[in-house]
C-alpha cells in the first residue's frame, strides 16, 4: 500500500532540472516507447514542430534506428545535438559486465550518435538471452549489479555517457546500488502518475537528491490504466481549460519530476507540452495527488515472474515487498 505523502506544489515554473552532475535534463520529454512505424515522424514532430528536447527511448523499443532517423533530420533542421537530451538503456540480457559496453555501442550506433546524455539501467534484473515470457527455468540469471554500474562508471569516463542511472529500482535495491556507487545516479526512471504515485520513492530520490522521471505519465497504453478519462483528472482539466493530458503531464511537473509522455498523434505531441506558465492550484493539485486507487501498470510479471521456477515468485517479489 502507498503511503499518503502529498509532496507540495513546485512554485516555479522549470523548464529543466539540474542533475547531480550538474547536467541539466529537460523538464519534458518525449517518450518512445510502442511508436512502432510512425517513431522517425513522432520524434521529428516531437523536436522540431512542437520543441522538445529531451527524447526517451531503448533498444527494447525496437525502434532506435527509427529515433536515430528522426535526430539526424532534426539535426539538419537546424537543432544542435548539444541542445538535445537523449535517453537510452541496456536491456536486461545485456546486463552483465562484459556486454554493458556493447550494449551501449549498439544503442550509439543506431542512433548515429557518438554519445548519450543519460544511460539507464532499465530494469534491475539480468535475463538471459532470447529467456521468454514469462521466463522459463534458467532465464533469469544472477544481476551483478555493483560489476554492471562499474562499466557504466566506466562509459562515463569515457565520454560515452553524459549522465547514468536507474529504472524500475526499489529503495531496497537504491540503497544497496549507492554503498558502492563511485558516481551517483544521476536519474532514476520510475512509473509515476496520479493512479500510481510512488511517493515513499520520490522521496527517497530526493532526500538523495538522485533527480526522478516520471514514466508512463498518462497511464500508459495498451493494458495500461486510462489516467486521460480518470473523474479527478477530468474535472480538474474542465476547470483549469486544460486537456487531460496536460493536467497529467504538469501535475509530474509540479511534483518535481521531469515527464516523458507518448504519441503518435502531432496534435497530442504539441499538446502535451503546452504546460508551461500556468499552474494546477494547490486544491487541484491536493485532488489529484490523493486518488485512492493506487496501482502499478508496468508491475514486470510477464517478464520476471514464474510462479513455479523462481527465483521471482509473485510481484511482490520484484518489488522487495515495498509496495
Ligand atoms: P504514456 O503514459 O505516455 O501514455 C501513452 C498513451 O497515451 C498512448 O496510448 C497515447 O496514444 C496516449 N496519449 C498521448 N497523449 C495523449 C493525449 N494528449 N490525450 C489522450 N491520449 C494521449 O505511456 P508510455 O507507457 O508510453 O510511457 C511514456 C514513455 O515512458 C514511454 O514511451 C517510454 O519512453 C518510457 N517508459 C519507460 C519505461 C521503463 O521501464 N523505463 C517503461 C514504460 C515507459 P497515441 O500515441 O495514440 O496518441
Same mark, same amino acid.
Given at each position: #500500500? ?40 513522432? @520524434? ?16 527494447e523499443y525496437g525502434i532506435e534506428e527509427e529515433v536515430g532517423h528522426a535526430l539526424q533530420a532534426s #539535426? ?13 538503456? +541496456? ?24 554519445? !548519450?546524455?543519460?544511460? !539507464?539501467?532499465?530494469? +534491475?534484473?539480468? !535475463? ?5 515470457? +514469462?521466463?522459463? +527455468? ?16 566506466k562509459l562515463v569516463k569515457d565520454n560515452l555517457v553524459k549522465d547514468i542511472g536507474i529504472c524500475n ?20 526512471? #520510475? ?67 521531469? @515527464? ?13 507540452? &503546452?504546460?508551461?506558465g500556468w499552474q494546477i492550484p494547490e486544491q487541484d493539485f491536493i485532488a489529484l495527488s490523493t486518488i485512492?486507487?493506487? &496501482?502499478?501498470? !508496468? ?25
Open positions: #500500500m502507498a503511503q499518503a505523502t502529498v509532496n507540495r506544489p513546485q512554485e516555479e515554473d522549470t523548464k529543466s532540472f539540474r542533475l547531480l552532475s550538474g547536467h541539466t535534463i529537460p523538464a519534458v520529454g518525449f517518450g518512445t516507447w510502442r511508436s512502432g512505424a510512425e517513431a522517425t515522424n513522432s @520524434v521529428f514532430t516531437a523536436i522540431v514542430e512542437a520543441g522538445y528536447r529531451h527524447v526517451d527511448t531503448a533498444p #539535426m539538419r533542421a537546424g537543432v544542435e545535438r548539444k541542445d538535445l537530451f537523449v535517453t537510452s538503456k +541496456p536491456w536486461c540480457s545485456d546486463l552483465s559486465p562484459d556486454r554493458v559496453r556493447t550494449a551501449l555501442k549498439n544503442s550509439l550506433e543506431m542512433l548515429q550518435l557518438d554519445y !548519450l546524455d543519460l544511460y !539507464l539501467i532499465h530494469w +534491475p534484473f539480468h !535475463l538471459k538471452q532470447g529467456a521468454s515470457k +514469462p521466463p522459463k +527455468p534458467g532465464d533469469v540469471l544472477e544481476f551483478d549489479m555493483e560489476g554492471v554500474w562499474r562499466e557504466m562508471e529500482f526499489t529503495i531496497n535495491k537504491l540503497q544497496k546500488l549507492l554503498r558502492f556507487a563511485q558516481t551517483m545516479p544521476s536519474v532514476c526512471q #520510475m512509473e509515476m502518475h496520479p493512479g500510481w504515485r510512488n511517493d515513499k520513492m520520490l522521496d527517497f530520490c530526493m532526500e538523495n537528491g538522485i533527480h526522478v522521471t516520471a514514466y508512463s505519465p498518462l497511464g500508459s497504453s495498451e493494458g495500461g490504466r486510462d489516467m486521460i478519462h480518470d473523474q479527478t483528472v477530468e474535472i480538474v482539466a474542465k476547470k483549469l481549460n486544460k486537456s487531460p493530458g496536460q493536467v497529467l503531464v504538469k501535475w509530474g511537473l509540479q511534483r518535481g519530476t521531469s @515527464v516523458i509522455p507518448k504519441s503518435s498523434h502531432p496534435e497530442r505531441i504539441k499538446e502535451n507540452i &503546452k504546460v508551461f485512492l486507487e493506487q &496501482k502499478r501498470v !508496468l508491475d514486470g510479471a510477464d517478464l520476471f515472474v514464474s510462479k513455479s521456477c523462481g527465483p521471482f515468485k509473485s510481484v511482490a517479489d520484484l518489488w522487495d515487498d515495498e509496495d
